[in-house]
């Protein structure tokens, strides 16, 4: 019987252990294998010196020899320290210490030269478990050959080897350079390179390529492999949440766009004129009619124009129409069986031919149960169309909205003057000094005859010194949005005094106007400024990006992470972004009026705002020319809105 030293005299890696897994002695070459000191090795567990991915296997290898005092063999991959990953075939058998009598086990790296498609078993089997395709490359023959895994990636046989130029006219045209260049610098492990591939059955797919060297056997020939990730049911998920999510906020813009023109509407033409172009686009409907109340009859426009058959009806004709508008309850009828059923003495409701003969209502009041009757309106759709519990909510929201316009506009001047008041007692007085920042604000009613508006802004100081910056704007002009304003201001500051997160603060603050202000609702951006630092977090309801000029008169749109404007939708979490704001950097928060207008859109009016405050920067200028600045500016937007604006300079 040979002993260890004897057994440890080769050039391949030996070690010899314990039945128990223990290192009593190795070689030279299974240290520098291992990438240890020899005496570093000695003692410990043979499985606990590989990778992370490997010692199951090493481990097994020592525990199957022991248990069957038989031979064993796994392929195992050595650490890698900068160059190609070595794989090796390694042996492990029962031997005795002829001085001692004891069992030990002999491991050692086996010459696979002969058969080096063994050692690729385990890097093809792990690529298929982890759903991934494996590629060989040879450089010296310009091929690629296809070793299994996502099955119909490759228009070629699986055993056969394609040559770069047919795999590479299957890339996108516009990946095939970064692909080349992958393959000719064929790095020890790169990173994952993104491409677009043309697969002969079901078209375009993107991939992921990760290029690695492997060198089969101890003292074996280096190779190269490309793994292949399919990505492209997770990009198809990405696409799907990133259309959702844009069409959630174009549908939030149509929605403030609408309650703002239903707030600002100065007469009933205007009203009029708002819910007939925008009620069935913000709703999906294929049409949209207003009937109003007049001396106890109704009067009716269609957004196709005029509907003699409704005009003048008497509020207590039998009908969904009258009803919803008598009960103050909405009535949602899902075709012409079901009014019908429910409304047999009825007459039907006249529509625009290009609905066909049959289509559901979604009929809303526009005053509540108790409330003297105003009115209501109707979206058409297609017959057996379900309208969800949310689009009704909003809808609701918004026919109560105009409600509250049209009750508006024929209030009285002392109830406009009253708001007026209202609102200045309302606005908050900054605190004089705030430590290592510049604060500034600038507020200009609503330019319409009502002169009031619901936006407003704030800044305190927290209990550990970080400054507390708040921009918002509840949708009204009117008493009720004054008020609803000053409780939502008010409501904030409490609340963060016991949330430490602008994030936690907007989603508490949501569900508080949920409950209790269900009519109203508010857009809002909350910032947490440490002026020691300069660190911000900031969070967003559906409102205006932020802007942050930097010293060297550069500046960006800041649009921070949240959710949908606060009052709409209970249940809601907001995020929130953490970045730094530079010493005589500017930060800049205002409300739509300042950015947006007939002529002007919000992209092009963030950059004026950007551009101005930039210009005030470089010249030296504090935030309360800033701030004059900017609101001089918001002149030329021609917005009906109120505006503020909040400029805050750290010093």
Known sequence: M????????????????????????????????????????????????????????????????????????????????????????????PVKDPASGEQLVWVHALDAR??????????????????????????????????????????????????????????????????????????????????????????????????????????????????????????????????????????????????????????????????????????????????????????????????PALHGMPLDHPGPLPEAIRTGKPQFIQGREDYIRRWPDGIGIPWKSGLGSDYALAITPLSETGNSPLGAWIVSYGSGHRLSLDKRTLMGTLADLAGQALRRISLQQAQVELATALQQTMRPTLPEHLPGLEVATRYRPSRDELDIGGDWYDAFVMPDGVIALEIGDVQGHDADAAACMGQVRLSMRAIAAQEPDPGTVLTRTNELMSTTAPTRFASCTMLHLDPRDGRVTGASAGHVPVLCVHR??????????????????????YGEETFTLDEDSVLVMVTDGVVEGPGLTLEDGLERVGTLAAQAVQEGLDAEETAGRILDAADAVDHLDDVAVLVIRRT
């Open 2 to 93: 040979a002993t260890s030293d004897e057994l440890l005299q080769r050039a391949d890696p030996s070690a010899v252990l314990t039945l128990d897994g223990v290192i009593s002695a190795l070689n030279a070459a299974m240290a520098t294998a291992l990438h240890r000191p020899a005496e570093q090795c000695l003692g410990h567990d043979f499985g606990d010196l590989w990778p992370a991915g490997q010692r199951i296997s090493a481990k097994s290898l020592v525990v199957a020899v022991a248990r069957t005092k038989t031979v064993a063999m796994r392929v195992l991959e050595f650490p890698k320290q900068g160059g190609a990953c070595v794989a090796c075939l390694i042996g492990a058998q």
């Open 114 to 307: 002969s058969d080096l498609a063994s050692l690729l078993i385990p890097f093809r089997l792990a690529a298929e478990a982890a759903d991934l395709g494996l590629w060989r490359y040879s450089p010296q023959r310009q091929d690629l050959e296809w070793f299994g895994g996502l099955p119909g990636l490759v228009a070629v046989p699986l055993e056969a080897a394609a040559p770069v130029s047919r795999v590479i006219s299957a890339v996108h045209p516009d990946e095939r350079e970064a692909f080349r260049e992958l393959l000719r610098s064929a790095p020890a492990q790169s990173p994952w390179v993104r491409l677009r591939y043309l697969t002969p059955h079901d078209g375009w797919h993107h991939l992921a390529v990760q290029t690695r060297r492997i060198r089969l056997g101890y003292d074996g020939p280096e190779q190269i492999f490309e793994l292949v990730r399919d990505d492209t049911k997770q990009e198809e998920h990405r696409k799907r949440e990133l259309a959702a999510l844009t069409a959630e906020r174009q549908r939030a813009k149509d929605t403030a766009d609408f309650s703002s023109a239903l707030i600002t509407a100065a007469t009933e033409q205007e009203l009029r004129q708002v819910v007939l172009t925008r009620l069935a686009a913000t709703f999906g409907g294929a049409g949209a009619l207003l009937a109003l109340v007049d001396d106890g009859h109704l009067r009716v426009s269609t957004d196709a124009g005029e509907c």
């Open 552 to 573: 060297d008169g550069s500046h960006e749109v800041r649009e921070l992470p949240g959710g949908p404007v606060l009052g709409v939708v209970p249940g809601s979490e």
